[in-house]
Protein backbone atom coordinates (compact mmCIF):
# COMPACT_ATOMS: atom_id res chain seq x y z
CA UNK A 1 0.00 0.00 0.00
CA UNK A 2 2.83 2.08 0.28
CA UNK A 3 2.85 3.09 -3.58
CA UNK A 4 -0.96 3.95 -3.62
CA UNK A 5 -1.27 7.38 -5.91
CA UNK A 6 2.38 6.59 -7.62
CA UNK A 7 0.98 5.47 -10.46
CA UNK A 8 -2.22 6.47 -13.22
CA UNK A 9 -3.30 3.28 -12.77
CA UNK A 10 -3.05 0.06 -9.41
CA UNK A 11 -1.25 -2.96 -10.37
CA UNK A 12 -3.33 -6.10 -9.51
CA UNK A 13 -1.10 -6.54 -5.84
CA UNK A 14 -2.28 -3.33 -4.58
CA UNK A 15 -5.93 -3.97 -5.52
CA UNK A 16 -5.45 -7.64 -3.93
CA UNK A 17 -4.18 -6.04 -0.80
CA UNK A 18 -7.17 -3.56 -0.47
CA UNK A 19 -9.44 -6.56 -0.61
CA UNK A 20 -7.66 -7.98 2.00
CA UNK A 21 -7.83 -4.90 4.06
CA UNK A 22 -11.36 -4.15 3.19
CA UNK A 23 -12.43 -7.79 4.25
CA UNK A 24 -10.78 -7.75 7.51
CA UNK A 25 -12.30 -4.39 8.41
CA UNK A 26 -15.61 -4.74 7.96
CA UNK A 27 -15.59 -8.97 8.87
CA UNK A 28 -12.93 -9.44 11.11
CA UNK A 29 -14.47 -13.31 11.74
CA UNK A 30 -14.61 -14.50 8.67
CA UNK A 31 -11.79 -15.59 6.02
CA UNK A 32 -12.85 -13.37 3.27
CA UNK A 33 -10.28 -12.10 0.68
CA UNK A 34 -12.44 -11.29 -1.70
CA UNK A 35 -14.38 -8.15 -2.35
CA UNK A 36 -17.58 -9.31 -3.94
CA UNK A 37 -17.73 -12.28 -1.55
CA UNK A 38 -18.12 -9.52 0.95
CA UNK A 39 -20.69 -7.69 -0.55
CA UNK A 40 -22.84 -11.16 -1.10
CA UNK A 41 -22.04 -11.77 2.81
CA UNK A 42 -24.04 -8.30 3.35
CA UNK A 43 -26.32 -8.53 1.05
CA UNK A 44 -27.21 -11.86 2.42
CA UNK A 45 -27.34 -11.07 5.43
CA UNK A 46 -29.90 -7.97 5.02
CA UNK A 47 -32.11 -10.08 2.95
CA UNK A 48 -32.32 -12.77 5.61
CA UNK A 49 -33.26 -9.96 8.15
CA UNK A 50 -36.34 -8.73 5.87
CA UNK A 51 -37.23 -12.05 5.03
CA UNK A 52 -37.83 -12.28 9.23
CA UNK A 53 -39.40 -9.10 9.70
CA UNK A 54 -41.96 -9.46 6.69
CA UNK A 55 -42.89 -13.87 7.99
CA UNK A 56 -43.32 -11.94 11.57
CA UNK A 57 -45.95 -9.10 10.32
CA UNK A 58 -47.34 -11.72 7.92
CA UNK A 59 -47.78 -14.00 11.03
CA UNK A 60 -49.16 -11.36 12.75
CA UNK A 61 -52.23 -10.48 10.40
CA UNK A 62 -52.71 -13.83 9.34
CA UNK A 63 -53.66 -14.47 13.55
CA UNK A 64 -56.85 -12.58 12.74
CA UNK A 65 -55.43 -9.18 14.30
CA UNK A 66 -56.80 -6.31 12.47
CA UNK A 67 -56.38 -2.52 12.48
CA UNK A 68 -59.48 -1.95 13.32
CA UNK A 69 -62.11 -3.25 16.22
CA UNK A 70 -65.44 -2.26 17.46
CA UNK A 71 -65.72 -0.61 20.64
CA UNK A 72 -67.81 -1.23 23.21
CA UNK A 73 -70.69 1.20 21.84
CA UNK A 74 -70.54 -0.87 18.55
CA UNK A 75 -68.89 1.67 16.44
CA UNK A 76 -65.56 0.80 14.57
CA UNK A 77 -62.31 2.13 16.09
CA UNK A 78 -58.90 1.96 14.43
CA UNK A 79 -55.98 0.58 16.50
CA UNK A 80 -55.06 4.11 18.23
CA UNK A 81 -58.73 4.02 19.59
CA UNK A 82 -60.07 6.64 17.44
CA UNK A 83 -63.49 6.26 15.90
CA UNK A 84 -63.59 5.26 12.12
CA UNK A 85 -65.72 7.95 11.17
CA UNK A 86 -63.45 10.21 12.46
CA UNK A 87 -60.10 9.11 11.30
CA UNK A 88 -59.29 10.20 7.95
Known amino acids: ?20 FLCKLYA ?5 D ?3 K ?4 YFSD ?3 QNLKVF ?3 RAYFM ?3 SLSSQSDNGMEQCC ?3 SLDTVS
Open 55 to 57: LQL
Open 63 to 65: QGS
Open 46 to 48: VRQ
Open 1 to 20: MAKLGTMLTPQDEMIEAFEK
Open 28 to 32: PSTTL
Open 38 to 41: LRWL
Open 34 to 36: IVK
Open 80 to 82: CGQ
